[in-house]
Structure formats: structure tokens, C-alpha cells
Nanobody, 122 residues
Framework: QVQLVESGGGLVQPGGSLRLSCAAS????????MGWYRQAPGKQRELVAA???????NYADSVKGRFTISRDNAKNTVYLQMNSLKPEDTAVYYC????????????????WGKGILVTVSS
């Protein structure tokens, strides 16, 4: 059973930084693509950043230059370094894994973490 667990959220002042982590577990051999999404109150969930197993990245325009996504394939973990945080970054942040290969089989479906709250406020 594949599970994704986020950590590192919390309350931070505008201009501050946070680092989110998402660890995948479940006899995983590889994960093709991992990403971070967020959902603010009253809004739809949106892509923040994504990274492939080869290191290719893409970012939402709203976070370019402030956020950096990275991953440790050996640990099946993806990170999101968030700098220069703004109140509008306040949201629940979700981790997603796509194209998961375990010791038993390949899963084409997406796996989601339960989400973690990031609040940017003075």
C-alpha cells in the first residue's frame, strides 16, 4: 500500500520561509513524477510545482523565483522550499505521486497525501 505523508507546515510571518517534505512509503522502487498542490479556502486545488524522476521541474507562475522543488529518489521524498512567503500562499498543501512502481507492480493512478496547512500571517 502506497502512502504519502507531508510534514513541515505551520505558521510563518510574511517574508519568511518554510520547507515542506513528503515521504512516500510502501515497497516503492520508483515514482515517475512528484508534485505539490495547494488549495486555499474557497478556491480550487492548483499545481504549485512538480518534478520528474530525472529532475525536470515546472512551477506555477505565482511561485517562480520564490519556491524550489527537489527530490531524493533514494528516499522517495520530495521537498518544497518556500521563501519570501506571502499571505496569499496560505493554503493546505498536498503532495502527489504519479507513476509509482513497487516491488509488486506498476500503478498508473495518482496518490495523494492528506495535506498540511501553511499559514502566512503577521
Amino acid at each position: 500500500q502506497v502512502q504519502l505523508v507531508e510534514s513541515g507546515g505551520g505558521l510563518v510571518q510574511p517574508g519568511g520561509s518554510l520547507r515542506l517534505s513528503c515521504a512516500a512509503s510502501g515497497s516503492i522502487v520508483s515514482i515517475n513524477r512528484m508534485g505539490w498542490y495547494r488549495q486555499a479556502p474557497g478556491k480550487q486545488r492548483e499545481l504549485v510545482a512538480a518534478i520528474t524522476s530525472g529532475g525536470g521541474t515546472n512551477y506555477a507562475d505565482s511561485v517562480k523565483g520564490r519556491f524550489t522543488i527537489s527530490r531524493d529518489n533514494a528516499k522517495n521524498t520530495v521537498y518544497l522550499q518556500m521563501n519570501s512567503l506571502k499571505p496569499e500562499d496560505t493554503a493546505v498543501y498536498y503532495c502527489k505521486g504519479s507513476g509509482v512502481r513497487t516491488l509488486e507492480r506498476y500503478y498508473g493512478m495518482d496518490y495523494w497525501g492528506k495535506g498540511i496547512l501553511v499559514t502566512v500571517s503577521s
